[in-house]
């Protein structure tokens, strides 16, 4: 079975050769790999500046283009930040970049701000896969992390989107703002354009609960797996991930094989492919 993590971060300093050895160890096939934030200072309130980009946006590109099958490169945007359209243009567009990776970090998804950033989201077409839910990473910025926030990009349907972690602990708020956008498009899921990224987040006590309401409401093909593992650790980490959600989906769901494909590879070809 082809297994597409869609979440890992880079720390910066990776080599494509050792992510890959990585991924074969572990039996992936596909990672989404996240930029590293750019800029020092991850904890501090402002944006970073506009020449903190473009180191990280080349270290992501250059590893995406060793394999662009396999790695998917993410670029990590602050929209706060000056002159960000053009960079995100550039990462997307000239470098190649599958998406966008954001943090809510003292902004809202539901800032004005965002709202050109959303627009030029439309325009190019690909997603942006969005941190939600409680942030152990940095600062005291969970309050910008909240799933309903999130409900404003229903003024932008061709942005499609995903909210990581099951939005843990905000588990049941995640999955009500998942039926509001599948009521946007008549309860189309296909249609639909927010998935969830259910990788880590939810501790072992809240797993089971967590996909056993995930799972029926908002069906397979809008679940994707991830690890939420750095690029480094992969091998070490991702076996772990694969054998205990594949444990929960098929022996305590009773999932069928091709539910289990969807969680592990469709639902995220799903995000990438444009439905
Ligand atoms: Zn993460």
Redesign the pocket.
């Known amino acids: 079975m082809n297994i597409w993590d869609c979440?890992v971060?880079m720390r910066g300093g990776e080599t494509a050769d050792e992510i890959l050895r990585g991924m074969d160890a572990a039996g992936i096939t596909r990672i989404c790999l996240?930029a590293r934030y750019p800029g020092r200072d991850i904890e501090g309130h402002g944006p970073p500046p506009a020449e903190a980009y473009r180191p990280a946006i080349e270290e992501v590109a250059a590893i995406q283009e060793v394999d662009p099958d396999r790695i998917y490169g993410l670029f990590w945007p602050d929209p706060r930040s000056e002159g960000i359209l053009d960079l995100v243009e550039y990462a997307l567009l000239d470098k190649g970049l599958r998406g966008l990776k954001m943090i809510p970090n003292h902004w809202s998804p539901c800032d004005e701000l965002l709202f050109p950033l959303y627009e030029k989201m439309q325009a190019i077409g690909k997603p942006i896969q969005f941190?939600s839910g409680i942030l152990y990473?940095f600062g005291d910025s969970s309050r910008f992390c909240q799933p309903v926030l999130y409900e404003a990009l229903v003024n932008f349907p061709g942005v499609r989107f995903s909210l990581?972690?099951i939005s843990w602990p905000w588990v049941d708020e995640c999955i009500a703002v998942f039926g509001r956008f599948r009521a946007a498009v008549r309860y189309q899921t296909a249609d639909c354009q927010m998935w969830i990224d259910t990788?880590r987040g939810t501790p072992d006590a809240w797993r089971l609960e967590a996909l056993r309401k995930a799972v029926p409401f908002c069906g397979t093909k809008r679940l994707m797996y991830g690890t939420?593992c750095t690029a480094g650790s992969i091998a070490g980490n991702a076996p772990w991930h694969i054998r205990k959600d594949t444990d929960i989906l098929v022996n305590e769901m009773g999932l069928s094989e091709e539910q289990v494909e969807e969680f592990f590879w469709g639902a995220a070809e799903a995000l990438y492919s444009g439905g």
Do not use: E, T, Y
């Open positions: 979440h971060h996240f941190h990473g990581a972690h990788c939420d």
